[in-house]
């Protein structure tokens, strides 16, 4: 079982060592919550792959008008019109932060190929078809 903290308004402002991410359109953040430079031999496969499949993503999700960020940090901030809200990834390091105005994140754990973070962002950023 994973367990997320969330920490919503005032306590997120308060969190200004933590990268902010201000959402005005589809993003997914990409977060290893270790630095590279720290990553131990362990460590590195992972880091390796996840740099290459985001890598990989950066030229169809552009196309597509989905930006993606990498956050190299424990913790995150992300910002939707006048809400901030603190992420903190309990004990998976290794994830996707799928985020728009207007919806509920979707987070995945886990190193994800190319092609899979790319059918998971056509299915979360598609239009919503409720109510027709």
Known sequence: MVVLVFVRGIAAERAPNKPLLVIQGPRIVAFFSLDPKDAGPGDNESLSDFQFYVGNLRAPLTKDGIDIDEVYSKSFRV????K???????????GYYFVAPG???LIEY??????DL???????????TRGN
């Open 79 to 82: 910002r939707v019109g006048r």
């Open 103 to 105: 919806k509920r994140p």
């Open 118 to 128: 790319l059918q998971v962002a056509k299915e979360y950023f598609a239009p919503s």
């Open 84 to 94: 901030t809200t603190l992420f903190h990834p309990r004990k998976i390091t290794v």
């Open 110 to 115: 886990g190193v994800m190929t190319d092609s």
